[in-house]
């Protein structure tokens, strides 16, 4: 009896422009000057946004919040690809999807100020809320994706996650339910190398996440997340396979979180300044304005200009969310299940008792 080979596999890595901006003109993707001045937009709005947040937790005007700096080319670029009438189901490192999709940023603020209120999405637009848990949004994504093949509609889900939830059961279920049923759905898998102080190498024996979607008979591909471009480009692919009905894809964006993984965390204590110093000179706003650059899209002129709207844009924000009403006590309860519990029934009759005590 023969041995013979069932399967072999490859992975590729897509790269599109190196890091002083020069791009490779055969696998540049089909996008105009207008779309990438509102690509940049977007991206330098969401940094801005990033950094003003870090601010507000740390003057204690804000709760918490999970950092997206470095990480606009990985999940802004993947959002950029999708059409209005597709659906986007993140976790919750993706601020720049969120404010790209028109979700008020004062919300945004509102929900990382721990009023969930905040989370609510605004009517017509096809996106979850922010998910904290690790790993189970991507079942919702192929469940709407199944639904929308049954209705028969042309569209695609985007479904967004850290590389550390690739070790929950709930991606398993997620990719093999996608694979079987052949539902629309594109998984990005933002590897940013560190899941809080767990190393990519201590949360998978694979050397890529890419390769994980062979198991599951659907196309991996790695790309340099960093590297908008090559982002756009294969994402985009992979949208418009779905919404042609030949199936999910799985694509690993290959990035890293450059700040702590939520305000309330310090990198320094697990990872070396050497390692971070690398990444930061990958950085994928710093490489598009290069590339805009040289093209003549962008000065510094305009650069300055870009980077005072997005300011002022944060500003407004934060004004109209600081002069929000606090949500009443009853209302902290309310939407958590349809039917309170015991438990929380107890909790909100002792919060009463503390406001009115106060009052
Ligand atoms: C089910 C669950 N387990 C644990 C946590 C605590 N937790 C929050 S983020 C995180 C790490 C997530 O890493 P990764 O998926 O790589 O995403 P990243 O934070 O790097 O964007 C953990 C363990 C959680 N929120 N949910």
């Known amino acids: 009896m023969p041995v013979t080979t069932l399967v072999t596999f490859s992975v590729e890595r897509v790269e599109v422009m190196d890091e002083e901006g020069n791009v490779d003109e055969s696998l540049m993707p089909d996008l105009t000057p207008e779309r990438i001045r509102a690509l940049y937009e977007i991206m330098v709005l969401t940094r801005r946004f990033d950094e003003r947040m870090l601010k507000l937790q740390r003057q204690g005007r804000l709760g918490t919040f999970a950092r997206v700096m470095g990480q606009e080319g990985a999940h802004v670029g993947a959002a950029f690809a999708l059409r209005d009438e597709d659906w986007v189901v993140p976790a ?3 601020a720049g999807i969120f404010l790209l999709r028109g979700m008020k940023m004062e919300h945004f603020l509102q ?6 209120r905040g989370n609510l999405i605004p009517a017509g637009v096809r996106m979850l809320p922010t998910a904290i848990p690790v790993g189970t949004h991507m079942l919702h994504a192929v469940g709407i994706g199944w639904a929308m093949k049954h209705r028969g509609e042309k569209v695609a889900v985007l479904t967004s996650f850290g590389e550390g939830a690739t070790s929950e059961g709930d991606f398993s279920e997620a990719m093999n339910f996608a694979g079987v049923f052949q539902a629309p759905v594109v998984f990005l898998c933002q590897n940013n190398q560190w899941a809080i102080s767990v190393p990519y190498h ?3 024996a694979a050397c890529t996440v890419a390769q994980k979607a062979v198991g599951y008979g659907m196309p991996g591909v790695q790309v340099d997340g960093n590297d908008v471009f090559a982002v ?3 994402v985009s692919e992979a949208l418009e396979r779905a919404r042609n009905g030949d199936g999910p894809s799985l694509i690993e964006a290959h990035t890293y979180r450059v700040t702590d993984h939520t305000t309330a965390d310090d990198a320094r204590r697990y990872r070396s ?3 971070v110093a690398v990444w930061r000179r990958r950085d994928p706003i710093a490489r598009l304005a290069r590339y805009m650059k040289k093209n003549g899209l962008l000065d510094d002129e305009g650069e300055a200009a870009v980077e005072t709207r ?5 500003a407004e924000a934060v004004a109209t969310f600081e002069a929000m009403e606090p949500p009443s006590p009853e209302e902290i309860f309310a939407h958590v299940f349809a039917e309170i519990t015991p438990p929380l029934a107890e909790q909100r009759a002792d919060l009463l008792r503390r406001v009115g005590k106060r009052g």
């Not at 929900?111 to 969930?116: F, K, N, V």
């Not at 997005?310 to 944060?314: H, N």
Request: no cysteine; net charge negative; charged share 50%.
């Open 310 to 314: 997005a300011d002022e844009q944060v």
């Open 92 to 94: 919750f490192r993706e």
């Open 273 to 275: 300044e050497e390692e």
């Open 232 to 234: 756009y480009r294969t």
């Open 202 to 204: 201590k949360q998978t």
């Open 111 to 116: 929900y990382w100020g721990g009023d969930e």
